[in-house]
């Protein structure tokens, strides 16, 4: 399908090399000009890049240097030696790396609104985003970065990071990302934060999505001042959630609400609305069998989190109003899918210098976003239907059809949707040439800067 429209090398390149590289090698920081026996920035990123290509640590890229040589790489046998290059990088102060990287996903956000695919989609509405918490497993010992894993992974520390994605189908940028630390910023401040950033650049919000790990005060205090309407996320089975849930049904029985709640104690509480809906009988009758005579009422319902009652007319259909909520938010398992391929080019260390770590993060978001990018322009090469509408009206009055009309023996006529083109595969192995050529470039024709190339 993707064999007419594929990812142009000189294109890439040119992007790589015009609009990421500089941000590095200009304007360099002290430390790093200080830095003893340094190696190029060029030098140093391209082989960062090779890293999350290969989804390998350094020294694992440079046991593959040799395996270059069949196509024409040869000068890559003069590398300089990988410590130098992991010292030249640990020389940047991780607030550095990321203020720089910022200014390389804004590039990359006003590259996005600029092109057709967004002008058609989204000139005059939201979109939709999702913030998620992903964790990076650490064995070293307790530092001001790290937090108690909570189980995503095998160490019993980790470096863990909040990101915000957009989840619109086809367009799904990561926007930002921030360390989630104990002497950090509580993570509603944060959020706060990563949203700010994007819209004073315009961006307009429709809805944030949220898992139930952002059921905290803090979070929703923090999206109560300015975003009320736009956040749904699922509600955990509290104390008070099951009492209420309890009463409600030995007054209604297996029936949708909406009740008001609070969340916290003391001086420390937050209001919001708690929507819910009865499982299918069906599934009521499995959990039963499964219970063993300790039945829950609670059990047979599931709950959304709401900071503002849903506008609907009277009388209200809370069996409706829980649907719609709950088609919606499935389009926030877009971010786990952007997590995994995310992942696969995150690149591996047992570094213990936490600068370092920030490169290896920042560097796989960036050709995250570059193959996003890429994807979007093969899709405008290829065609948009005039028809297609990304992030359907949240109206809740309106049920959404969930089969397909079709005649008699005809295949079911199903809604064009955007995807990839060429997959993240394609695009590395783009990326891999443009990284090999330009270091052939260097270690052939070395520039004069301030660094040393060590052989």
Not at 400 to 424: D, F
Request: aromatic share 10%; hydrophobic share 35%; net charge positive.
């Amino acid at each position: 399908m993707g064999s007419r429209y594929k990812f142009s090398l000189e294109k890439t390149s040119e992007i790589y090399q015009k609009t990421i590289l500089p941000q590095f090698t200009k304007d360099l920081p002290q430390s790093v000009l200080n830095c003893h026996r340094g190696v190029s920035m060029d030098i140093c990123l391209n082989t960062l890049l090779l890293t999350s290509l290969t989804n390998s640590s350094f020294q694992q890229v440079y046991d593959k240097i040799d395996s270059y040589a069949y196509l024409g790489f040869t000068e890559l046998e003069h590398m300089p030696q990988v410590h130098y290059i992991r010292k030249t990088l640990i020389a940047w102060e991780s607030k550095e790396i990321i203020k720089r990287h910022r200014v390389i996903l804004k590039d990359q956000l006003r590259k996005l609104k600029t092109t057709k695919f967004w002008q058609q989609t989204h000139s005059n509405e939201g979109v939709v985003l999702a913030f998620d918490i992903t964790e990076r497993g650490y064995f070293g010992s307790e530092d001001e970065h790290t937090v108690y894993s909570k189980g995503r992974t095998v160490a019993k520390r980790c470096h863990a990071y909040l990101s915000m994605q957009i989840m619109c189908p086809g367009q799904r940028l990561i926007l930002d990302v921030e360390a989630v630390y104990t002497h950090n910023k509580p993570i509603g401040k944060l959020i706060a934060k990563m949203l700010s950033r994007v819209r004073k650049q315009g961006l307009k919000i429709k809805r944030i999505y949220l898992d139930r790990g952002f059921y905290q005060i803090d979070v929703l205090r923090e999206l109560r001042k300015y975003y009320a309407s736009e956040t749904l996320m699922p509600a955990i089975r509290t104390k008070r959630v099951k009492e209420a849930i309890a009463q409600w049904h030995q007054e209604h029985g297996f029936k949708a609400g909406m009740l008001e709640m609070q969340l916290g104690k003391g001086k420390s509480i937050e209001p919001y609305i708690l929507v819910f809906s009865p499982l299918d009988p069906d599934k009521r009758q499995s959990i039963r069998r499964k219970s063993q005579g300790k039945e829950e009422i609670h059990n047979y319902y599931l709950f959304f989190c709401l900071l503002k009652p849903p506008e609907v007319s009277d009388p209200v259909d809370m069996e409706l109003v829980f649907n719609r909520l709950s088609w919606d938010y499935r389009n926030r398992w877009g971010i786990e899918t952007g997590y995994r391929v995310l992942k696969t080019i995150w690149a591996q260390t047992t570094s213990k210098e936490y600068s370092l770590r920030t490169w290896l993060l920042w560097n796989a978001v960036i050709l995250y976003n570059m193959w996003v990018l890429g994807s979007v322009e093969l899709q405008e090469q290829k065609g948009i239907p005039n028809s297609y509408v990304c992030c359907e009206g949240n109206s809740i009055t309106k049920p959404r059809v969930k089969k397909i009309p079709r005649e008699p023996h005809e295949r079911p006529r199903r809604p064009w949707v955007p995807r990839s083109i060429q997959k993240l595969d394609r695009f590395l192995d783009v990326i891999l040439m443009v990284a090999l050529k330009s270091l052939q470039r260097l270690l052939d024709h070395p520039q004069d800067d301030n660094f040393e190339l060590i052989k």
